[in-house]
């Protein structure tokens, strides 16, 4: 429960200096977004995509999903008597979550498509280590995060399709 608490302190400090903002799970609208209406189109939406790129209603039913699954996997592995990693789980969440909630902000803020992929590539990274962590603690822990290791390698192949698409869109020199 420390560890929770500790993760959540750090994140909140880390938001109030502009590190990272919230994901945008639930269409949670930048400050320069607020200004905009919601039918206008945004950057994103004159990006070209690839053919694989689902509709933006998708993205708000699978995050809630997804948190689903992420809490029901952190709560469990919580409770799970045994635990050998401890403590290099809980420094690879935070990298993770970090790295998570990074992306928004390089992505959709600062439109650094290629920084975002080498964002997203951390998250990848950081969830195979420790979905291979959980297997030695708590199976079902581990089983709850694959639908999210899922969702993250097809967003990886989303954020490099687009940065291929867009050489020019991605703002690399300011």
Not at 111 to 130: C, G, M, N
Not at 134 to 141: A, E, G, I, W
């Amino acid at each position: 429960m420390r560890f929770c608490r500790r993760l959540l302190r750090t994140i909140a400090r880390l938001q109030k200096k502009g590190t990272f903002t919230r994901p945008n799970a639930f269409h949670i609208r930048s400050e320069k977004q607020q200004h905009t209406p919601l039918h206008m189109p945004t950057w994103y939406d004159k990006l070209k995509k690839p053919w694989f790129s689902p509709p933006k209603k998708v993205f708000g039913p699978a995050w809630a999903v997804l948190y689903l699954f992420i809490v029901s996997a952190l709560v469990t592995y919580y409770f799970t008597p045994v635990k050998p990693h401890y403590h290099a789980a809980g420094i690879i969440l935070v990298i993770h979550f970090t790295a998570s909630f990074s992306w928004t902000q390089l992505f959709f803020t600062r439109k650094k498509i290629l920084l975002a992929f080498v964002d997203i590539l951390v998250i990848d990274t950081t969830l195979i280590a420790l979905i291979i962590l959980l297997t030695q603690s708590s199976l079902l822990s581990a089983f709850l995060l694959l639908p999210y290791l899922g969702w993250c390698l097809f967003a990886s192949a989303l954020n490099w399709s687009i940065y291929r698409l867009n050489p020019g869109e991605s703002d690399e020199d300011s």
